[in-house]
T-cell receptor
């Protein structure tokens, strides 16, 4: 049973560039979540998909951020015109259909550094 | 806004000692998860508690959910250097979004 995978693991970019991250959830999981974690803090919720539908977006997700899950499988998170404040670990999690949605399994994360 | 406060934020103890980490909120959560995170990796789920007063044991780790489902504790007996890591509590929120609200974490160091 493969877990949640994320690609790339590390990304260094210059301010103003666009970046895109990919998340592949556990295969039978229909719920997918994106979180952001800055140094010394716990993860913060960004957005949530159930199948291909994006059901909730945090106020943290400015209009420079967009997330998609076109076929209800993998998801992408794009950041346009990156800023130094976007430097963080971006975490993807998934959970199974049914009542235990709160048992979220995380990927290894993508560490973004904006220079 | 639902917040979870963890205490202590940092804890350094000797191998063999016992410790307790607390996770408190003024809000009620539908569930409470504990995760452990290593540097540069994602959080790994340790346990889920959903019923007020629930106690779960995982080897030397004991997890408790408060009766009112607003707080939780993690107790480690006879800590070992392999227990070193960042411990995160996370509350399940189901108000429109199904999301987890995380505490800021407790960085635990067990010295040999």
């Amino acid at each position: 049973d493969t877990g949640v995978s994320q690609d790339p693991r590390h990304k260094i970019t210059k301010r103003g560039q666009n970046v895109t991250f990919r998340c592949d959830p556990i295969s039978e999981h229909n719920r997918l979540y994106w979180y952001r974690q800055t140094l010394g803090q716990g993860p913060e919720f960004l957005t949530y998909f159930q199948n291909e539908a994006q059901l909730e977006k945090s106020r943290l997700l400015s209009d420079r951020f967009s997330a998609e899950r076109p076929k209800g499988s993998f998801s992408t998170l794009e950041i346009q015109r990156t800023e130094q404040g976007d430097s963080a670990m971006y975490l993807c999690a998934s959970s199974s259909p049914g009542r235990r949605w709160y048992e979220q399994y995380f990927g290894p994360g993508t560490r973004l550094t904006v220079t | 806004t639902q917040l979870l406060e963890q205490s202590p934020q940092f804890l350094s103890i000797q191998e063999g000692e016992n410790l307790t980490v607390y996770c408190n909120s003024s809000s009620v959560f539908s569930s409470l998860q504990w995760y452990r995170q290593e540097p540069g990796e994602g959080p790994v789920l340790l346990v889920t508690v959903v019923t007020g007063g629930e106690v779960k044991k995982l080897k030397r780790l004991t997890f408790q959910f408060g009766d009112a489902r607003k707080d939780s504790s993690l107790h480690i007996t006879a800590a070992q250097p392999g227990d070193t890591g960042l411990y995160l509590c996370a509350g399940g929120v189901w108000q429109g979004a199904q999301k987890l609200v995380f505490g800021q974490g407790t960085r635990l160091t067990i010295n040999p």
